[in-house]
């Protein structure tokens, strides 16, 4: 059981990454200092930015549960 939330810990992990990565810059932090404040008219549509945040939140979530599960096993063990 250890072994398995680990592993989805550290898939959830690499995803999350990759999904945070994906979301666009809203303002002037450091994506700006990269470009990321040039506005582009090839942006993506709201819908598209609404399914990112659901499926970020889902993984963070899954995250969370997989983080706290694993404590929970180990200080059992």
Do not use: P, Y
């Not at 994906?22 to 819908?47: A, E, P, Y």
């Amino acid at each position: 059981m250890v072994l398995a939330l680990q592993i989805l810990l550290i898939v959830c992990s690499v995803l999350l990454v990759l999904l945070v990565l994906l979301h666009r810059g809203r303002g002037g932090g450091l994506s700006s200092l990269f470009g990321g404040g040039m506005q582009s008219s090839l942006s993506g549509s709201s819908v598209a930015e609404k399914n990112l945040d659901r499926a970020t939140l889902f993984v963070g979530a899954v995250w969370v549960i997989c983080v706290i599960g694993l404590g929970l096993l180990i200080k059992i063990a």
